[in-house]
């Protein structure tokens, strides 16, 4: 069974460009997580998609958008980069809804690195 | 707000030993709690989910114990081995952290020959 799969696997923009990052889940995972690794930050929590709706947002600007599609895939959307965007973006899928209980599986990763 | 630390930051230590890895959480209110593992410049392995009301999870030579009322948990490695050199995280899940994992800021380990 395929795991959760980003892409692309780096990108690279400059500054005030947009970012577009993507993410499947695995097959019957309805839930997605988007996570940002920037470097000496630590993993912060970015957003979290369930059933095609935002379920909760960290603290980040609104420049850090999504969505989910039908099929349950994910899009994460930078706006206007800025240098500090550059990071590793994670993505995670579990079984969602209210299974609080779910392992988060997660994704290889999309480097992005602004100029 | 949920805060999670880890200590040590960065452990090296040769094959064959037995080693701790500590994590300590300040919102007892948690679902479960995750160790991953991180390969540089990779995404995460789950290794174990020790759910709100266990007290262990085991999976071969790792063994981790969760103590939710005084908001801490170990990760106990048996035989270490230079494949286990890597970034260990702890995560906790729910209370006020509704719907996101909060990561501690992980320990670096490496084992050499």
């Known amino acids: 069974e395929a795991g959760v799969t980003q892409s692309p696997t780096h990108l690279i923009k400059t500054r005030g460009q947009q970012a577009t990052l993507r993410c499947s889940p695995i097959?019957?995972?309805?839930?997605v997580y988007w996570y940002q690794q920037a470097l000496g930050l630590g993993l912060q929590f970015l957003l979290w998609y369930d059933e095609g709706e935002e379920r909760n947002r960290g603290n980040f600007p609104p420049r850090f958008s999504g969505r989910q599609f039908p099929n349950y895939s994910s899009e994460l959307n930078v706006n206007a980069l800025e240098l500090e965007d550059s990071a590793l973006y994670l993505c995670?899928?579990?079984?969602?809804?209210?299974?609080?209980?779910?392992?988060?599986?997660f994704g290889p990763g999309t480097r992005l690195l602004v100029l | 707000k949920q805060e999670v630390t880890q200590i040590p930051a960065a452990l090296s230590v040769p094959e064959g030993e037995n080693l701790v890895l500590n994590c300590s959480f300040t919102d007892s209110a948690i679902y479960n709690l995750q160790w991953f593992r991180q390969d540089p410049g990779k995404g995460l392995t789950s290794l174990l989910l020790i759910q709100s009301s266990q007290r262990e999870q085991t999976s071969g030579r790792l063994n981790a114990s969760l103590d939710k009322s005084s908001g801490r948990s170990t990760l106990y490695i048996a035989a270490s081995q230079p494949g286990d050199s890597a970034t260990y995280l702890c995560a906790v899940y729910g209370g006020t952290s509704y719907g996101k994992l909060t990561f501690g800021q992980g320990t670096i380990l490496t084992v050499h020959p």
């Open positions: 995670a899928s579990s079984l969602g809804g209210v299974s609080y209980q779910e392992t988060q599986y």
């Open positions: 097959s019957g995972h309805t839930s």
